[in-house]
């Protein structure tokens, strides 16, 4: 039996989050399970719990997404959770951001197979992003670091009241704790525990929510940004 053939029938709540773009859901399952674990992207013992560990966990997350705003979903890795949200939210543009090229050809192939015109993907660390993508409402993660790290990386991405989602698990509120210094620092000027998917996923979904106030990445980036603003702004 390949890994492929282990991927279960999709849950009764997949057809409820996904909706119309249910049989997309189930192409990007089974990518995940065959090309996704054939080039290493995911381990062969997720297979068996794709969709409530992965698809639908990411998938809710877009209870908590404002409409029609800019999302960057840093480290994408296979996808997660940014096309999950992608096929549940046309209404947002979504930058794909990973470094590993293996990983960006396969986004890239996803993206294309699954007609998700509203998705970029970009090959680059999120560090060096900084002026060569635009500032985004939302930045959103899932298992790529550490509180505090993460948001040294994704909080400079963000447009100016704009708010950082990261997936995390049970000690999430461990972790905030740990971070509340290092976010402030980074311009975070409000910060809250959300559990999303009731009915759905169980257990639920845990988000930490990080909003900047009009300085993202705080007087540290402050100097970077300004410095990545001057060129476009000498060819206006």
């Not at 996803?110 to 007609?115: D, I, M, N, Q």
């Not at 990386?153 to 972790?175: F, H, I, N, S």
Request: glycine letters at 10%; a neutral charge; one cysteine or more.
């Amino acid at each position: 039996m390949t890994e492929a053939e282990e991927l279960p029938q999709a849950p009764e709540a997949a057809r409820t989050v996904f909706g119309e773009f249910f049989p997309e859901a189930v192409r990007y399952a089974e990518l995940l399970a065959d090309a996704g674990v054939k080039r290493g992207l995911i381990g062969p013992r997720e297979v068996p719990r794709l969709w409530e560990r992965h698809l639908l966990n990411c998938a809710v997350l877009s209870e908590v997404v404002p409409e029609g705003v800019t999302v960057c979903d840093v480290g994408s890795g296979a996808g997660l959770p940014g096309i999950p949200l992608a096929l549940v939210r046309p209404d947002l543009r979504i930058t794909l951001l990973e470094p590993l090229l293996r990983r960006t050809n396969f986004l890239q192939e996803v993206v294309e197979l699954l007609g998700l015109d509203h998705v970029t993907v970009v090959r680059g660390r999120a560090e060096e992003m900084l002026g060569k993508v635009p500032p985004v409402h939302v930045v959103t993660a899932r298992a790529v670091a550490p509180l505090d790290r993460l948001a040294g990386w994704g909080v400079p991405l963000l447009r100016p009241y704009g708010e950082m989602l990261a997936l995390k698990g049970d000690t999430a509120e461990e972790e905030l704790r740990g971070a509340r210094a290092a976010l402030g620092r980074l311009g975070v000027v409000n910060t809250s525990v959300l559990q999303v998917g009731e009915g759905l996923v169980d257990p639920m979904s845990t988000v930490v929510r990080a909003e900047v106030g009009e300085s993202p990445g705080g007087v540290r980036f402050a100097a970077k940004r300004a410095k990545a603003a001057r060129p476009s702004r000498r060819h206006r």
